[in-house]
């Protein structure tokens, strides 16, 4: 992932029509996150630990992976991530157009679409993400929850595309936690966060109802073993 692809586009986003109120307030909105994301991560420590068959210590994912995490990481994942040009599935709802607002100005591409609206497109669209080179992320519990459970869109690109799933979560250091439904998570400056990936789940192309339930489970319980461990690696005052 040292090489970002030269396209810059997955897939066209979906027409949205917004009133000159709710524009204004995607400008104000994606830009004081742009600057609230810019100004504490340049202070954030991390560090990385992964499960055998993971990630290699000080390596970073290769191309054509898929990576699910819960969406309360959003914040320390979209500063680590950064420049990149991972693809990331971002819903057709007023928050999900400012959210991919803010990602784009970080270097990732939004692919439209949920597991409610637009998901069979924006699984196409995370496709061609994935054959162009790029990295394909699903905030796995979102647009709306519940909190940590995981939806299927990994798993049935994961067969479509013949790509590998790796699991990951970022913990931080006692961070700011919203009234939200996910608890998301905003992180104290000059604090410490752990990335923890997991082992790569691989899911057959001639996959079976059975057998996709199956590493739909393996993905659910992946995720929360990262979660799990990247708490663990920073002490009782983690999340």
Known sequence: MSTTPSSTSAEPALPTRFTVGQRLGLWCISWAGFLLISLIGCTLRYEC?????????GAEPEPFTIGPFWHRCVIPATWYFRR????VMTSLSFDGEYIARIIERFGFVAVRGSSS???SAALLGMNR????GRIAAFTIDGPRGPRFMAKPGPVILARMSGAPILSFYLALDRPWMLRTWDAMMIPRPFSKVH?????????????TNEQMNECHHQMQDS?????RAAVAALGPQAS
Not at 49 to 57: F, H, K, Q, T
Not at 84 to 87: E, L
Not at 129 to 132: C, D, I, K, N, S
């Open 49 to 57: 630990s992964s499960e055998p068959g993971g990630v290699a210590e």
């Open 223 to 227: 995720l929360e073993r990262a979660r």
């Open 84 to 87: 990149k040009g991972i693809a």
């Open 117 to 119: 609206r637009g998901g």
């Open 195 to 207: 990335l923890r990936w997991t082992t790569l789940i691989h899911v057959p192309p001639d996959a």
């Open 129 to 132: 993400a994935l054959a162009q």
